[in-house]
């Protein structure tokens, strides 16, 4: 079945890397997703990859995409005060019709 | 170009009854999706319109119904409200080809967070 999966918190240093992980159990997604979520705001999309793809960049923010182990990473540079956050994983499949998402990460940020 | 519009923001209903949360499109969006999202959770996807019809369903009971009007602005509709109801209650548009092919990229409405008593 459809199924993704994320750990609940991350926890980095003001500054530092952050690399937050998604494992995903359907072989025919299509798309993967990262969607940032702040309190009282709906979910904002930070950025998505195509599955044959296996890197993308955009500014601060490296995906990372291991279609042979079915796992995404997100790698936010430099990390700041303002990512503080949940970050979701979400995939589409064939259908694409509906996003399959992850319990989401809430990543903490120590001074 | 406005965003998505989610109203009311906040409710509180009781067991048995029925609640409508509306939901108005990004302009230039056609398609409108409807999520829930449980208190710790990702969003649970209910159903999506596209061209004023039900397009998928997620799984959940009949008593979660919607419609999408001419200007693509849409209603969730929840009969016969259960405590596990409670949730956030998402709304997306999107901007979606015939083929439906290509990313599904959401532009998310900020919710209507639905408690029930």
């Known amino acids: 079945g459809e199924d993704v999966e994320q750990s609940l918190f991350l926890s980095v240093r003001e500054g530092d890397s952050s690399v937050i992980n998604c494992t995903y159990t359907?072989?025919?997604?299509?798309?993967l997703y990262w969607y940032k979520q702040e309190p009282g705001a709906g979910l904002q999309l930070l950025t998505y990859?195509?599955?044959n793809m296996d890197m993308k960049q955009d500014q601060r923010l490296t995906v990372l995409l291991n279609k042979k182990d079915k796992h995404l990473s997100l790698r936010i540079a430099d990390t700041q005060t303002g990512d503080s956050a949940i970050y979701f994983c979400?995939?589409?499949?064939?259908?694409?019709?509906?996003?399959?998402w992850g319990a989401g990460t809430k990543l903490i940020i120590k001074p | 170009e406005t965003g998505v519009t989610q109203s009311p923001t906040h409710l509180i209903k009781t067991r048995g009854q029925q609640v409508t949360l509306r939901c108005s499109s990004q302009?230039?969006?056609?398609?409108v999706s409807w999520y829930q999202q449980a208190l710790g959770q990702g969003p649970q996807f209910i159903f999506q319109?596209?061209?004023?019809?039900?397009?998928g369903r997620g799984n959940f009971p009949p008593r979660f119904s919607g419609l999408q009007f001419p200007n693509y602005s849409s209603e969730l509709n929840v009969n016969a409200l259960e405590l596990d109801d409670s949730a956030l209650y998402l709304c997306?548009?999107?901007?979606?080809?015939?083929?439906?092919?290509?990313?599904?990229?959401?532009?998310f409405g900020a919710g209507s967070r639905l408690t029930v008593l």
């Open positions: 990859i195509f599955s």
């Open positions: 302009s230039g969006h056609n398609t």
């Open positions: 979400a995939e589409s499949l064939d259908s694409n019709y509906q996003l399959i």
């Open positions: 359907d072989s025919s997604s299509t798309y």
């Open positions: 997306a548009s999107s901007l979606r080809g015939q083929g439906f092919s290509g990313a599904n990229v959401l532009t």
């Open positions: 319109y596209y061209r004023e019809e039900e397009n």
